[in-house]
């Protein structure tokens, strides 16, 4: 298992312990390392919160992303995809990062074996499942369903829901930051909640209007170390 290198100034900016959340995918085919390797790096991509897609893409924290070997080696490490083909190992990783929040996402063959063993560990954060047949696979996901997001046959679809998932993750990071008074924090979590949100715009083809008006209105409130007057919950 790969291990942290925050980006250390001082403590306060130490984003490699910003979010504690890592994605988790188990397919058989996919979780190959020499299949699918243009979808994977996409995935990769989009939802990695340390990731600058486009120049209208910005962070609080500035200073971290002007270090291009710091953030390599960030990205590398923290806020990342786990790819699995063995249902066995993939669980072994599970158990082995009960201090990590877990975005899961399985096939449906695999994950008919797999959920039944993970759904009530307490780092299961949110469960996806990627298949081609939704209908056969509903019947055994229904004694799941607390726990499983969504169930989608595209990777488009897949894509989106995962993002917006972490994106809501993050948020709520930056609340609980906000709510101990730890701004800069919260600003990079909520700087990093809008940037997969317009990810999830862009790649889903929807709008998201009031979801990144929230998020901008906590970021003003995060500038000024003020709560505004939404709730933080």
Known sequence: MLSCIPYIVDDERNVGQYSDHVSVWLDAHIGKPENNRDLKALFRKITQPLEILSEGEEDIDEPMMLDVNILKSLQETVYRLELFDNADICLEFIHANRDKQIFFVSSGSMGRLIVPKIFELPQLQSIFIFCGDISKNSVWAMD????????VIHQDDLLVHLTKCIAQYLESKGDGYMENDQTLRAKNCFAWSKKLLLRAEKYGHTRLPNDVKKIEE????????????????
């Open 144 to 151: 799941y369903c607390e726990k499983i997001s969504a169930m």
């Open 218 to 233: 906590k970021i003003l409130s995060a500038e000024t170390g003020q709560q505004s007057s939404m709730d933080y919950q």
